[in-house]
């Protein structure tokens, strides 16, 4: 018997576990977790069954092209050969660019968060950018955006890591790591057992959550309000870090009580600058100039004021009342107070105020936030209340807050070089969003790529490239999704499965599993200690039938289209080569080191308090030099500067006209089973969770005749869906909790699929819409719509 093991990490999702996969006799038959790795020591079931995914029958493994038309109920898949497949593709991508542009060539990915698209990401952008298209079609609006550029917009930077070793308290916001990222879940329960406290925000009681010690089950959608009332909560009792707050943040910054804008220079004095900011010090009880190019005061030793109303003059001699930013952050707050917001989130006054003291007292403390913050109308301005109430921390950077901790140097491969800024100016939804996703990082919404495919908006869109994004099942609308791709003159899938979407392709082509393809992860994103850790992942073994990489079509297309330069010709590990430079080991060296290669590189804490050879400190990297509670950005471009609260766009306040027939909340989350839309034919995981459910509290259930494991309707004004009722305690009164990705059929157990279209299907996309929509980021409402229940009869 032959019998050898392969170190490598599981790519199924951004946790990327370090693993050890045993193979006996040719065939894979076990992963287990590898302790001796920074990212190592567990594993989730998902990555367990990954040999299940590796030889399942239903594995697409030739290439195929579609004969008969989009819709048609059978697409007539003929079976072609690669070179047929990938010189069609470019060919029909050339004419579309000659008769189009480059720009109605859109591609869309699979989130790196859950999907193992991550291995072939960056050629991915790549190849849009060197084709000239800016259309990279992702789903980061309504995934990682509200706490990484959301959260960049006060910070200055995308959410840090979380430093859970030397954390007294850890503030856990929408997110279960229980589910979704077991190596964080595993930190903090090793941190919670040394003492460290944990406040967690969840309208559930589950996971991590279920261990906290204060658990705020907030009504899905009112986080921004449950945010400024923990802000008042520590105001009001001085527990804020008062010398961070005024030595780094915008908070003594003057505004305009009339206008609400920040006081410059240039509203002073003719000569003033716009980009030098007024403070009121209250050692000289005068007006003092802020430079934010140098981050220097005019004066030293000043104490600027954070709260109070001043009076100064203008540059015409009027009166300006004014008052600092922070004053009017706590005016803001105030007005959520615990006691008052209660109604509105539905968490008891008290608990908040116990919770905003535990942080407090409990210092330093550290953050972690995601989904649940970001699925909903209000979700930009959410974030921006969750990033002011950690400045008011003054952990940001510290050794147990959230740490910028370093990393080691590669050379980008993004191909941003290849890519005008004139034409990056025109990527879909830019116009609309200017400071949301399709400007920063420079993704569109699929839902905005389906107006430009069916109605020319802002321009046509004709040709659509998918590679593991199953597009019409994480998107708000699968109908029009499903419109829009029959629509297209060109779409392409690069799968495992042939999906909902893949069955509106014209091509679809066979994708290896991260099993059956090699890999080089420059950094390990979740621990400390896997940010300089430098691995090369071997495939574990060859790809099965004709199965290929999603790295190799990209760079096979490349050579196809002209450009194969740019992709040192075809060759993958060349690539990984150039990525390596900087570091000054080599591709082959890393091969010898089967676990990887970590690079010591000593962290630094408080970074901003760096000070040049002039004696000015680093500051943070806004415009301002500092932690900007009041966002000069936001002001700029006409949004609302001080984050505040507004209630979510389909809820019973917000919508008392739905609210008679829709009295419930409709929410969503993932389990520990499946990752979004994958994973349900595995046998050993769908044994687990056969079918799909919607979570209700008894009293609920009671009230609308609900019982336990029936089936039941799940409606809202757009559409409904029927899944089996799960009566539990652990979720709040009047919420509805179901799961996306229902689709497909597991034929091992005998349980069915789900038709994602029709109401008798378990897709809440069907009941959502892109209607409504956050302002800034453009989130969609997946976790605060209105929806009712009853029995499926």
């Known amino acids: ?71 048609d109920s059978d697409p007539g898949w003929e079976r072609i050969s690669w070179n047929e497949a990938l010189d069609d593709i470019a060919k029909r991508l050339r004419a579309i660019r000659e008769r189009y542009g480059a720009r109605a060539v859109a591609l869309a990915k699979g989130t790196r968060s859950g999907t193992s698209v991550d291995d072939a990401e960056r050629w991915l952008g790549r190849f ?26 006060t910070f200055g930077v995308n959410l840090p890591t979380p430093d859970l070793t030397h954390s007294n308290a850890f503030l856990l916001w929408g997110h279960n790591p229980s589910f979704t990222s077991l190596i964080l879940a595993h930190d903090i329960v090793a941190a919670r057992a040394r003492g460290m406290k944990i406040i967690a925000v969840d309208p559930r009681r589950v996971g991590i959550a279920s261990q906290a010690d204060i658990l705020l089950q907030v009504r899905p959608g009112t986080d921004g309000a449950l945010a400024l009332a923990l802000i008042h909560a520590l105001i009001e009792q001085a527990q804020y870090d008062e010398a961070f707050v005024r030595d780094w943040t915008n908070g003594p910054f003057l505004l305009n009580c009339d206008t ?63 008052q600092p930013c922070f004053s009017a952050l706590a005016n803001i707050a105030e007005r ?18 116990e ?60 191909g941003k070089e290849f890519l005008a800024k004139e034409i990056a100016a025109q990527r879909i939804g830019r116009a609309e969003k200017p400071l949301g996703p399709p400007a920063k990082p420079g993704n569109c919404a699929a839902y905005d790529v389906f107006n430009a495919i069916l109605e020319e908006r802002p321009y046509p869109v004709k040709a659509l490239l998918n590679f593991g994004s199953n597009t ?25 499965f042939m999906t909902p979407t893949a069955e509106l392709c014209d091509y679809v082509l066979p994708a290896a599993s991260f099993l059956e ?10 621990r400390p200690q896997g940010k300089t850790h430098l691995q090369y992942r071997p495939a574990v073994v060859a790809p099965l039938a004709e199965r290929r990489s999603d790295s190799w079509v990209i760079f096979e297309l490349a050579k196809r289209l002209g450009f194969g330069d740019r992709f040192w010709d075809g060759n993958i590990e060349a690539g990984y080569a ?45 415009s301002s030099r500092k932690v900007e509670l009041y966002s000069h950005t936001f002001a700029a471009n006409g949004y609302p500067p001080l984050p505040d609260y507004e209630e979510p766009a389909m809820s019973p306040f917000s919508r008392p006209d739905l609210a008679a027939q829709y009295p419930l909340v409709l929410t969503n989350a993932k389990t520990t089973t499946f990752i979004h839309s994958q994973l349900r034919a595995l046998p050993s995981l769908r044994k687990a969770s056969p079918e799909p459910t919607a979570e209700l509290h008894p009293d609920t259930a009671a009230r609308y005749g609900i019982k336990n494991q029936e089936w039941i309707m799940v409606e809202s004004p757009k559409g409904g869906m029927r899944v089996r009722a799960r009566v539990t305690n652990r979720i709040l009164p009047g919420v509805v909790c179901c799961q996306h990705g229902w689709w497909q059929e597991c034929r091992d157990l005998n349980l069915p699929g789900y038709d994602p279209y029709t109401e008798q299907g378990a897709n809440p996309s069907v009941l959502i819409g892109s209607d409504f929509r956050d302002p800034i980021s453009g989130s969609l409402p997946h976790r605060s719509y209105l929806c009712r229940v009853r029995p499926a009869g």
């Open 355 to 414: 919770a905003a003291h535990l942080l407090a007292a409990n210092r330093p403390a550290s953050l972690y936030m995601w989904n649940g913050v970001g699925q909903h109308t209000n979700a930009t301005q959410t974030s921006r209340a969750i990033a002011a109430l950690y400045a008011l921390l003054g952990n940001i950077d510290q050794a147990g807050g959230n740490v910028v901790f370093p990393r080691t140097p590669v050379n980008d491969v993004s």
């Open 472 to 496: 019409v099942m994480s998107t708000a609308d699968s109908r029009r999704a499903r419109q829009a791709f029959c629509a297209l003159e060109l779409a392409v899938a690069t799968e495992l």
């Open 336 to 353: 959520y107070a615990p006691e008052r917001s209660e109604t509105i989130t539905w968490v008891p006054g008290k608990m908040v105020r």
């Open 128 to 153: 849009l950018k060197a084709f000239g298209s800016p259309n990279w079609v992702s789903t980061t609006h309504v995934c990682n955006w509200h706490k990484d550029t959301g959260f960049s917009y």
């Open 517 to 526: 393809m090699a890999n080089l992860a420059t950094a390990f994103e979740h």
């Open 1 to 71: 018997m032959a019998l050898h093991a392969v170190r490598g990490y599981c790519a199924l999702c951004t946790a990327h576990c370090a693993t050890i996969t045993t193979v006996e006799n040719g065939q894979v038959v076990r992963l287990d977790p590898d302790p001796d790795h920074p990212n190592g020591g567990v594993m989730c079931l998902k990555g367990k069954a990954a040999p299940e995914l590796l030889y399942h029958p239903d594995r697409l493994n030739y290439p195929l092209r579609r004969t008969r038309p989009k819709g």
């Open 260 to 322: 609400g804008a920040a006081l410059t220079e240039a509203d002073l004095t003719a000569a003033g600058r716009p980009d030098r900011y007024v403070v009121w010090d209250e050692i000289t009880q005068r007006q003092m100039i802020y430079d934010s190019l140098s981050g220097c005061y005019e004066s030293d030793n000043i104490r600027p004021s954070l709260f109070g109303a001043r009076i100064v003059r203008d540059n015409k001699g009027a009166e300006i009342r004014c």
């Open 578 to 622: 150039y990525e390596l430079a900087p570091t000054g080991i080599t591709l082959g060296q890393l091969k010898k080191s089967p676990g990887g290669t970590t690079v010591s590189v000593a962290p630094q804490y408080r970074k901003y308090a760096k000070r040049d050879e002039r004696g000015a400190a680093r500051g943070f990297a806004t």
